[in-house]
T-cell receptor, first 115, second 113 residues
Framework: AQKVTQAQTEISVVEKEDVTLDCVYE???????LFWYKQPPSGELVFLIR??????QNEISGRYSWNFQKSTSSFNFTITASQVVDSAVYFC????????????FGQGTRLTINP | DAMVIQNPRYQVTQFGKPVTLSCSQT?????MYWYQQKSSQAPKLLFH???????NEADTPDNFQSRRPNTSFCFLDIRSPGLGDAAMYLC????????????FGPGTRLTVL
């Protein structure tokens, strides 16, 4: 069975600090996809990034970066120089390779950036 | 802008009184999903449509039904809402392949009195 664990329930930092959100996953599939979504207070989940299981390249997008390591089954997300607008709940999710995408979400990490 | 729209944003119903939530999309995506999200929890998939094919999750209660009359619209019917059904209901769409991201609507917050 697939499972995603986000061990950090809540994180609170001061603006401009760097923060890393952890995500560990379990799957027996050799092909799978990993995602990060952001859920701001408005409620709408916003897609941030996708990674497939064959692509272990790390990715940087502005202040956001992602570190995918198959050896540790982790897909961690780092925000550099955090801003108040980054405050949200962040979900890591896993999907199987076949058919319509069925996402298995982690429990989410509530990130609060204080001014 | 192409998007996923949910109406209403807030819905109040009485215990046992049927309620329908609606979702529409302008993305022309094949797949539409309904999720239930309770406070401080992850979204939980209730069911999804792959075109007109309905796919129910094994643990979705019979109290929850869905209709997809055309590509653009999908409805969630709760036949006899209980207090435990109070939650945010999220609609999402995607293209058919598993690597495609889902696009979420803003959600409907359901209150059951």
């Amino acid at each position: 069975a697939q499972k995603v664990t986000q061990a950090q329930t809540e994180i609170s930092v001061v603006e401009k600090e760097d923060v890393t959100l952890d995500c560990v996953y379990e799957t027996r599939d050799t092909t799978y996809y990993l995602f990060w979504y952001k859920q701001p207070p408005s409620g709408e989940l916003v897609f941030l990034i996708r990674r497939n299981s064959f692509d272990e390249q790390n990715e940087i997008s502005g202040r956001y970066s992602w570190n995918f390591q198959k050896s540790t089954s982790s897909f961690n997300f780092t925000i550099t120089a955090s801003q108040v607008v980054d405050s949200a709940v962040y979900f890591c999710a896993l999907s199987e390779a076949e058919g319509a995408q069925k996402l298995v979400f982690g429990q989410g990490t509530r990130l609060t950036i204080n001014p | 802008d192409a998007m996923v729209i949910q109406n209403p944003r807030y819905q109040v119903t009485q215990f046992g009184k049927p309620v329908t939530l609606s979702c529409s999309q302008t993305l022309n995506h094949n797949v539409m999903y309904w999720y239930q999200q309770k406070s401080s929890q992850a979204p939980k998939l209730l069911f999804h449509y792959y075109d007109k094919d309905f796919n129910n999750e094994a643990d979705t209660p019979d109290n929850f039904q869905s209709r997809r009359p055309n590509t653009s619209f999908c409805f969630l019917d709760i036949r006899s809402p209980g207090l435990g059904d109070a939650a945010m209901y999220l609609c999402a769409t995607s293209r058919v392949r598993a690597y495609n991201e889902q696009f979420f609507g803003p959600g409907t917050r359901l209150t059951v009195l």
